[in-house]
């Protein structure tokens, strides 16, 4: 349903890529100018760089009189690295401009994280592993304002998206997700046993894979197919092992965060997630085989990669002014990664507890597959942060560039990923959030 009127709808539709934030916010301003009747922008908060946090509120003005529509959240670019909610944004705001319901009032927070999407813009264009990487920006954990909250850091947007909550009162949030290799899945804050057919259905017409063994979701109950229910004290204990968290947090610090926020106003949230690249083998439910030598050699893989870039690291920061730069502070999180994964799937170890469960192909490969990606991660935001010192840390940067590299070239060789078309990535996760609308809100 997109709209190639539109600047955001022509980038997807018309030119397969990722609209730059730029062209989302003209959207925006297009649809309120155009529809001043249903369509409204404003500003609801700025980035620690003092970039606008924009709003586009797309459904009946607001009345003095008669029942209040339900208010329905979407949330865009909680993390700086993932570009199709911007996509799947135009196709719901077109969605809900035409649809009319006058029960419903659509609200677009077009971009949480405006600051790390502008370090990450580089990666927007990218059609292959080796491009996406060499341009990549994630924030470090506790500078990501979604999940901010629940590692005790206080950001001016995760404040803005908190306040936005409690003043619309959500009966759904939607945050809107996507991954470099994989395929879709679904997280939702209570039982989506419900979504788990549309969604399906939608992943099979828009020939995306759905991911039943994605290793953030080892520890959730699975209600159907790909279809996950959070509880904060599950999300806690998984990200101790992904360098989100630290052992040492209390108890459900996830409550804190921006997806359980809507619950204390009778509210849920649902995270979508689709990727820009497809790969077979993610969905294979048979039991596993070799599963002890599987987990060890993931676990060995990550211990090998984590000491090479620590020393890399190391013999490059004396020659870096300034230590303490966006990249090199995002880097030290998926080097945390690193020792938690391994810890938590070595057998000799933590990994025993893997061992007492089901384990699936679905979920070795979800394994393999982060054992793949958290090193690249890594890797490609050193070698950004390494290169601005210049010639003193040349050798470091060749190393990294190397690494880099053979790193992204094993990726792609173990899982044959397929770019997946804008358009599609957008209309999935669009699709996913229509059809929980009309679960909750069924129309008359």
Partial sequence: MTDTTTPAGRAAKLHDRYPSLDELTATAHQLAAHRPDRCRVRTVGTSRAGRPLTLLTVGPAPRGTGRAPHNLLVVAGAHADEFAARAAVADLAHHALTAQRPDLAWHFLLCLDPDGAHLADGSRHARTLPDYFAHYYRPAAEEQPEWAPAAGADLPESRALLDLIDELRPTLQFSLHSTDVGGTFVQATSDPAALAHPFARSAAHHGIPVETGNFDTFRLHE?????????????????????????????????????????????????????????????????????????????????????????????????????????????????????????AWDPDGHGQELLQTPITRARLTGIDLWAHRVPVRAAALLRRAVRVAGAPAAPQAARLDHLLRDWCAQYQRTFQPVWLPVARQAAHQAATVRAAVALRHPAS
């Fill in 223 to 343: 209600s159907g197919p790909g279809v996950y229910l959070m509880t904060p004290h599950h999300i806690d204990r998984q990200e101790t092992t992904t360098g989100v968290l630290t052992p040492h947090h209390g108890a459900d610090e996830a409550r804190a965060g921006t997806w359980f926020a809507p619950q204390r106003h009778g509210g849920q949230t649902v995270l979508v997630e689709v990727p820009a690249f497809t790969s077979a083998h993610l969905g294979d439910n048979r039991p596993a085989t070799a599963v002890r030598l599987y987990l060890r050699t993931c676990a060995d893989r990550l211990r090998h990669r984590g000491t090479l870039l620590t020393a890399l690291l190391d013999a490059a920061l004396p020659y870096v002014r300034n230590p303490d730069t966006p990249l090199l502070r995002a880097a030290r999180t998926p080097l945390t990664a690193l020792r938690q994964l391994a810890d």
